[in-house]
């Protein structure tokens, strides 16, 4: 079992930059891979980062390559995503998430962090 405690997000201009944050505990953290996802008004949950137990492997959704960055700090128990050059279309509710194995589905994820607002405005 692991909980999941996300803090950062906002309200942020178009070409901004916002540092998301999830604080993990439970079980040892070096036992999951980590995820983000967002959900904008009216539309299905979608994957935006993965890193995996140890930080050696990362996926980025399309949508975000080159400008958001998932890290992690085991040691502190820490997942981020670092989110620049943000577009109003990034707007959403963020998730963070916790799995076993990872991967870019929801339903690979067992353990969900609240959530946090990010809007960008144009």
């Known amino acids: 079992q692991v909980q999941l405690v996300q803090s950062g997000g906002g309200l942020v201009q178009a070409g901004g930059s916002l540092r998301l944050s999830c604080a993990a505990s439970?079980?040892?953290?070096?036992?999951?891979?980590m995820g983000w996802f967002r959900q904008a008004p009216g539309k299905e949950r979608e994957f935006v980062a993965a890193?995996?137990?140890?930080?050696?492997?990362?996926y980025y959704a399309d949508s975000v390559k080159g400008r958001f960055t998932i890290s992690r700090d085991n040691a502190k128990k820490m997942a981020y995503l670092q989110m620049n050059s943000l577009k109003p279309e990034d707007t959403a509710v963020y998730y963070c998430?916790?799995?076993?194995?990872?991967?870019?589905?929801?339903?690979?994820?067992?353990?969900w962090g609240q959530g946090t607002q990010v809007t960008v405005a144009s």
């Open positions: 998430a916790a799995a076993g194995y990872g991967g870019q589905r929801s339903s690979d994820y067992n353990y």
């Open positions: 439970g079980r040892p953290f070096s036992d999951y891979a």
């Open positions: 890193i995996n137990w140890n930080g050696a492997t990362l």
